[in-house]
């Protein structure tokens, strides 16, 4: 359905439909099963909260029964603390509620509020539960892991309303706080301007405890009375009670022994028609509203890690990540909200048009983001970013949750899956074609068919019958194994795993206390409960060497199934009732569950040998704020279709503005078989994931690149090859992400934040500060692309260097054997152009540098490397250079960024690149002065005197029609961590400028 243009009016939409439904057009080859997964109306929460919406929205006399009480208020050391109280009834009494709002150093502001009665253990649990009594609060223990200094310079301001408390904060003071009391809302503003609101709206809402009230039996049938309870609620009208005590769904019943306790806000940004993030969802990049109307969605986008089977395109169903951050974005502004609740939540966003007022001249109209955020338990804890760009964001977002992990370098090249290689001699008989076709290719995937029976840890021995051998044949070329281990442990007979995980106690339990037992590949499993820090430990004795025998230094490890994924459970996991260490109900750590997995794998990597140092490589399916740290993550379970492949762009787009960007969606798509063309179309793409990876499904055909044939196997291996010729720029990507929290691939509105226009663009990217624009073909049988320019400097064709200048649309060649990759002017690009068969034997190959020229003739960029292996990189062993090309005087320069001392580690490093050297530079848009010219100067920094200045031959190519004009320094020879200048300008070696080392 979702093909037919908007624009096609209604009648005609249901004929073409019907007409499309009989041609079996837009029947779709699988589909997601709806019914095992909840809509709001079918999560109790979601719909009391919901419904409390739409009560106080329709009420014209109704207040929020919210007050900060002011006699409650202190402020110390950037800290505010205060009581709220609810009122809930027509008597007038009150639950107490501890607010907390602290202003952080980075400017960022934290809003908590709790509930006394139950963090005071003041509560009764039905069902002899031994359930914690708290609202959960220890979801920053996992997420956070720094930017949490309070403000020393935030501050009270005076004011003479005795109805607001005011806050002072950030830089200069130019951030507050509006803290109104009665009913309690909070504005947050910069620059005297507000920017994001809470209870504007008044749908906070602190489900308090309360007692279940047994009504009188009357002469009826059990379990009918239940149902009945909500008519003698004296809860105000729109509280329904027939969610409070039990839930059932899909044949499971939620025990719920600590009744309701859902915790929701609305937050409304003012003037910002955009919104971002909130993955996971298979979904635009601008979101859309959720409460219906045209182009809407009508579910609120939920969060709720699950393993949905073919999930659907355009949906905000939940899939099996949740990041809760939200940035809004304006012309000139963006700002953010990062909602720490780890329980299943759902957001409902709507907008807001304000027509221009016509009194206020010149005022144009604008519109405003309303979000309403519902989560079924734990406290309300909320940071708030008020920016004012989206660098900002992305940083300070990254300050609390972490930066992304440095990567070794072989986990941004290829890798290879399929579900499965069924045997050591198939994982050699793939490796040694990729070799005869001359495709590269780093890292070859095991799925769950390697193991006895589905036992993890051990290897079957029909089939794999000498995994050491075939991980020497791997690491011949430097290539690597990844295999499967999931959080599942087969409940049987001589596993000894399991004998210990539950000799140990070391397991998820149920609700009664017992270790919990479910299905999933194995049959009757359990479930490794890594927030219990014993479980992690013994986690790691089983990755040893010596343990899992047959595992290698190149071994890497894959966990899938994380959310958890449980076949017989609720929504196909685990149900809410089960406890974890510390009781905490399985619901209010839900969605941290497969983080707390994948960060255990990750530490066990670390640890696997004594005097092992090696860069771990986790990849995970569930995730969690603060997943960065210690994985990457892919799309999950997609299908073979183009739509998939076109929703795979915003989805990493999404995951790269949301603080987890090392993500990449299964090449070719899981399930399925695609069309050859489809296969070309999607390598095309998938060379633009930070985390790249084919992968297939059990049932579905070979489809390794070398067996689609003539010309599909060239074109495809031409794509792999540019993905290794710009590794150098990836890297620089990633250690960009990894220290400023920077997206690998970014979107428009980053790239662009002024540029209205471009801001709901998701379907073209930006590889890190490069300047290469991206716009992958994501349509069938297409030979053109259409690619929006935001700016108005010269975009290069990356091939042929085909000029495109001015802001708007751009027609773009696309044929199947090309892929659209345009060069922004002003930037410096590192490659290395020597094809080889995996990244690991490129660690020595010369440098290409190529300078875009911009507008202005100037152009600059950085290259960051280092070892790609272990961790001596934090400490100073890499180089990171810097050069520009200024136009003026015709130089190009490398400088150095490394601004530490350089110790041992670092100068061993140094001397390791000694030979490394630039091979070769492309001057794109050079000067037309430059046509006779011949030689240019080079100067490298450390040489000896009568080797200092030497004349380099240059060879300029004039423009040609759209082409431009192009220049390429043949051997220019300089070290690639060495302080050069090159000086192309006619008067030669320049006399005044030395050293540009530091
Ligand atoms: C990851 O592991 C480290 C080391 O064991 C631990 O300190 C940290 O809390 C863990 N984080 C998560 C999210 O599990």
Not at 587 to 593: K, M, Q, T
Not at 687 to 696: D, K, S
Not at 779 to 786: I, L, Q, R
Not at 788 to 801: K, V
Request: hydrophobic share 35%; proline share 6%.
């Amino acid at each position: 359905m979702r093909s037919l243009p908007y624009s096609v009016a209604p009648r005609w939409t249901a004929v073409l439909l019907l007409w499309a439904a009989f041609c079996g057009l837009f029947v779709p080859a699988a589909a997601v099963k709806h019914e095992n997964f909840k809509t709001c109306d079918q999560s109790g929460f979601c719909k009391r909260n919901r419904q409390f919406a739409d009560d106080v929205s329709a009420s014209s006399s109704w207040t929020s029964p919210y007050n900060l009480v002011p006699a409650s208020l202190s402020f110390n050391k950037g800290q505010l603390e205060a009581t709220v109280l609810k009122t809930i009834n027509d008597v007038g009494e009150k639950v107490p509620l501890p607010l907390i709002i602290t202003f952080l150093e980075s400017g960022v502001a934290r809003v908590t509020l709790d509930e006394e009665k139950r963090a005071k253990g003041q509560i009764t649990l039905r069902h002899d539960s031994k359930a914690r009594k708290e609202r959960y609060n220890e979801a920053g223990q996992w997420a956070l892991v720094g930017g949490l200094d309070p403000a020393e310079g935030a501050a009270l301001s005076e004011t003479t309303d005795t109805g607001y408390t005011k806050v002072v904060y950030g830089k200069g003071g130019n951030l507050q706080a509006i803290i109104r009391h009665s009913p309690f809302s909070i504005d947050f503003q910069r620059d005297g301007e507000t920017q994001v609101k809470f209870n504007e709206r008044g749908f906070l809402n602190m489900e308090h405890w309360r007692p279940k009230v047994e009504k009188p039996v009357e002469e009826k049938k059990e379990g009918e009375e239940e149902k009945k309870e909500e008519e003698k609620s004296d809860e105000p009208k729109g509280e329904d009670e027939s969610t409070w005590w039990e839930e059932t769904f899909g044949g499971n019943t939620d025990s719920k022994p600590r009744g309701p306790e859902a915790v929701a806000l609305d937050i409304s940004f003012p003037g910002y028609e955009h919104v971002f993030g909130i993955p996971e969802h298979a979904t635009k990049l601008s979101l859309k509203t959720t409460r219906g109307g045209d182009n809407a969605y009508t579910e609120p986008y939920r969060l709720y890690n699950a393993d949905v089977f073919e999930y659907e395109m355009d949906s905000p169903m939940t899939l099996y990540g949740a990041i809760p951050f939200m940035q809004a974005h304006r012309k000139g502004s963006t700002v953010g909200v990062f909602w720490l609740n780890a329980a299943e939540s759902w957001i409902d966003i709507t907008k807001v048009k304000n027509t221009a007022n016509p009194l206020a001249l010149g005022m144009k109209g604008h519109t405003d983001t309303q979000t309403h955020w519902m989560s079924e338990s734990g406290i309300l804890d909320v940071f708030v970013f008020l920016g004012p760009t989206p660098q900002d964001m992305t940083r300070q977002y990254g300050e609390l949750t972490g930066y992304t992990a440095m990567p070794q370098s072989f986990a941004i090249a290829y890798h290879q899956c399929r579900w499965n290689y069924v045997t050591d001699e198939d994982v050699k008989d793939v490796d040694r074609r990729f070799d005869k076709f001359s495709i590269p290719y780093d890292v070859i995937w095991l799925d769950i068919e390697y193991t006895q029976e589905k036992k993890y840890f051990t290897w079957d021995p029909l089939t794999f019958v000498n995994p050491d051998q075939m991980q020497k044949q791997l690491d011949k070329r430097e290539r690597k194994l990844v295999a499967i281990i999931d959080p599942h442990i087969k409940n049987t007979d001589n596993y000894p795993v399991i004998d210990e995980m539950k000799k140990k106690d070391l397991a998820v339990k149920n609700k009664d206390g017992n270790h919990y037992e479910g299905w999933c590949w194995p049959g009757s499993s359990m479930w490794i409960d890594c927030f219990n820090p014993a479980a992690v430990d013994w986690w790691k004795s089983l990755f040893k060497y010596d343990k899992f025998k047959g595992t290698a230094h190149n071994t890497f490890i894959w966990n899938d199934m994380n959310e958890p994924s449980v076949f017989n459970g609720p929504e196909t996991t685990m149900p809410k009732d089960n406890l974890h260490h510390g009781n905490w109900e399985h619901r209010d750590v839900h969605n941290i569950n497969g983080m707390t997995f994948h960060n255990a794998t990750y530490q066990a990597i670390t640890e696997r040998k004594k005097g092992e140092v090696q860069r771990p490589f986790v990849l995970t399916r569930a995730f969690y704020s603060g997943s960065q740290r210690s994985a990457a993550m892919w799309t999950g379970d997609n299908l073979a279709e183009w739509a998939h492949l076109e929703a795979s762009l915003p989805m990493v787009l999404n995951q790269g503005i949301s603080g987890f960007p090392f993500s990449g969606a299964d090449v070719g798509g899981f399930f399925g078989n695609p069309s050859k063309e489809l296969l070309t179309r999607w390598y095309q793409a998938g060379i633009y994931y930070p985390f790249f990876r084919g992968h297939a499904h059990i049932d579905t055909r070979r489809r390794e690149p070398y067996i689609a044939g003539s010309p599909y196997t060239e074109i495809i291996t031409q794509a792999l090859r540019l993905r290794y010729q710009l590794l150098p720029a990836w890297y620089t990507a990633f250690h960009e992400a990894s220290t400023t929290g920077a997206p690998i691939v970014r979107p428009n509105f980053y790239v662009h934040p002024e540029d209205e226009n471009g801001f709901a663009v998701d379907d073209q990217l930006y590889i890190g500060s490069t300047g290469l624009l991206a716009k992958p073909v994501t349509k069938e049988g297409a030979d053109s692309v259409s690619v929006y320019i935001a700016d108005t400097q010269p975009y290069y064709d990356y091939f042929d260097y085909t000029t495109y200048s001015g802001a708007g649309h751009h027609t773009v060649p696309a044929p199947l054997n090309k892929i659209p990759l345009l060069m922004q002017g002003g930037h410096i690009i590192p490659r290395r152009d020597r094809p080889r068969r995996s990244s690991g034997l490129m660690k020595y190959d010369p440098f290409t540098l190529i300078v875009v020229l911009d507008n202005d003739g100037n152009a600059s960029g950085t290259l960051y490397i280092d070892d790609g292996e272990t961790f001596d990189y934090q400490q100073g062993a890499f180089i990171h250079r810097r050069f520009d090309f200024d136009g003026k005087r015709e130089i190009l320069t490398s400088a150095n960024l490394d601004v530490s001392s350089p110790n041992s580690k670092a100068l061993k490093y140094i001397k390791s690149m000694e030979k490394v050297r630039v091979e070769k530079i492309i001057i794109v848009g050079a000067p037309k002065g430059w046509k006779n010219k011949e030689s240019v100067v080079v100067m490298e920094e450390g040489q000896k005197e009568s080797k200092r200045r030497k004349p380099t031959e240059i060879e300029y190519h004039a423009a040609e029609g759209k082409k431009a004009a192009w220049a390429v320094v043949r051997a220019p020879k300089v070290g690639i961590g060495r302080g050069w200048r090159i000086d192309f300008g006619d008067k030669g070696a320049g006399h005044e400028h030395h050293g540009h080392e530091h």
